[in-house]
């Protein structure tokens, strides 16, 4: 193990350090573990004094590390900034995680999801096709779940997608004897992965102070791909080089690809295969299908990787209605209401929210937008700028735009009303809607 009678410094406990740092203790000579944002309950910083692990609070991590001379390695997120670094040994998360899981007994087959978009949509829906005829865990942001023959059960809710919450994800879901593993990851993957899912490198952002990208960081999963692994990469990312003994399939719902998507003016999709053929189905009603076409291309993809059924594919095609608050119309109050409120929420998908919304109206109903963000609960949020820019250009389609978040209170408009949470909000709408109107949720939330 790359952590034995090593001195190890973990930098960052709000993303994922705290279960690294506990797990790199069983091995390592000793652990400091730095709350580099202060954000870390005290009584869990004090949980880990006592198990042995030394604790820093320090936003200037640079300086600790600059001085501590008696680090061997230091397991940082890709996000950081480790300019003072000196000539220490500076491993990610990513790294340390696929170090950790290199111990991992197993049979079963792991797939990792990283990617700007349609990582939750991707994960679930193939989870349901393979677990038709497997054992199957998944780690999303929708929590940790067992999938029997396309049926979840709640395992645990509450973590984030960091890498470090897969070590988390694998506690929770111990006793369970699994088939396959999906993970949805943010920012690229751990290297232990049998099929390595990159679902889409767009609306790219600066991280690590902007001396690195969200791009360059998720493509570390094709760097750092397990020899024998197959990696499953949307066609937009352009030409990829795998390292050897990996292989690369491109899927793509817009253009050529290994695997790609063709929808008949009848309704009907058909999704191509280079390799294996054909499948044809026609989308349920009751959500947004074109909002997934990402989605559902990479996990029937995916689910051909694995061997699962054509018939168990179409299947659970067939019976797919959407994932919970992303495009999914569901009935509220006797409104209708276009619920697109999570964690990847982003101004496109707003955009294609009110498009769906619109498709939906015969023309007499009241229309409220609920838009913005509950910053605490995500790292990402939602560009005010961007969501300024929406509110000029489509504003006049709605009767009303209800704005959450205090980073959103600088957005005017004659509609424009703002409420403290997504709560809140839905209340306000429910105020300012009759039965049949129609309600889109965009909160960029966790659920």
Known sequence: MLFDDKDVTVLDLTHGGIPLAQHIAKYARSVTAVDVYGTADDGVLAGLERSGIHVAREPDYNTI??????????????????????????????????ELLSGFTTNARIVEITGTGAKTSTATLLAD?????????????????????????????GLSITPGSILEALEHSAGIEADLYIFEVSLGGTGMADIGIITSLDNEYTIAKGSSTSTAAKLKMVERAKPGSTLLVNASAGHLIPPGNVDIITFSDTMDADVNLERSPRGIWTVHS?????????????YDADAYSTA????????????????????????FAGVHGRMRVVEWAGRRMVDNSNSG???????????????????????????GEEAKQVCEGLDPTDAAHFVDE????????ILVGERMQSIHGGNVRTAANINSAIEMAESLTSEDDIIISCVKCFR
């Open 65 to 98: 590390i600059a001085t501590k001379c008696n680090t061997d390695l230091i397991v940082a997120p890709v996000h950081l900034d480790i300019a003072g670094a000196g000539g220490h040994t500076v491993i990610t998360h990513h790294q340390a995680v696929g």
């Open 129 to 157: 096709m393979a677990s038709r005829s497997l054992s199957v865990v998944s780690h999303t942001s929708r929590g940790v779940e067992h999938w029997v023959k396309g049926v979840p059960t709640k395992l645990h809710h």
């Open 274 to 286: 280079n390799s294996c053929g054909t499948v044809r189905f026609t989308p349920n009603s009751g």
């Open 296 to 319: 559902i291309v990479c996990a029937l993809a995916a689910a051909r990787l694995l061997h699962v059924e054509d018939a168990k594919i179409e299947s659970a095609l067939m019976d």
């Open 345 to 371: 929420m982003n101004i496109r998908s707003v955009r294609q929210a009110l498009d769906y919304s619109n498709s939906l109206a015969s023309g007499h109903e009241c229309k409220v937008l609920i838009l």
């Open 394 to 401: 489509r504003g006049n389609e709605l009767d009303t735009i």
